[in-house]
């Protein structure tokens, strides 16, 4: 089995002009990380012409498709039929995105197969996470 995964998404750019571009998006979960996934956006979709992505909680992903969730940088709550909103902060602004809930339900279930939810603990590697902290560290 493999232990990433990733899925394409449409995300659809919420701006102030009455159009909402699509752009073609990824989340991404990765087995050696497992608390936390990533959406990728393409470089045309940002403002500095360059591929950025975003880390948060899985935790934060899965409960922002049901009721609002998030505090920080990253904020995750349900729109109308089959939409989550994305907002991402940045001490450049704001960003907001729609996606399909459906997807991003797809998406969790992919990521509960690789890691079930509540087991993230076991596939964490502290030993090596120790080993790099400490070298480091000199």
Do not use: K
Not at 19 to 34: G, I, K, S, W
Not at 48 to 76: H, K, Q, Y
């Amino acid at each position: 089995m493999s232990t990433v995964i990733e899925q394409a998404v449409q995300a659809r750019l919420v701006a102030s002009a009455p159009r909402m571009e699509t752009v073609a998006a990824t989340l991404r979960y990765d087995r050696r990380n497992p608390f936390a996934v990533q959406m990728a956006f393409p470089a045309r979709a940002t403002l500095e012409g360059i591929e950025v992505s975003w880390e948060f909680s899985r935790e934060l992903l899965a409960a922002g498709i049901d009721e609002a969730a998030g505090l920080g940088d990253v904020r995750v709550r349900p729109f109308g039929y089959d939409r989550t909103v994305v907002e991402f902060h940045a001490p450049e602004g704001v960003a907001m995105v729609h996606v399909r809930t459906s997807e991003v339900r797809r998406f969790l279930r992919r990521a509960q197969h690789v890691v079930p939810t509540g087991c993230e603990h076991e596939f964490l590697d502290l030993d090596q996470d120790l080993a790099e902290l400490l070298r480091d560290a000199c």
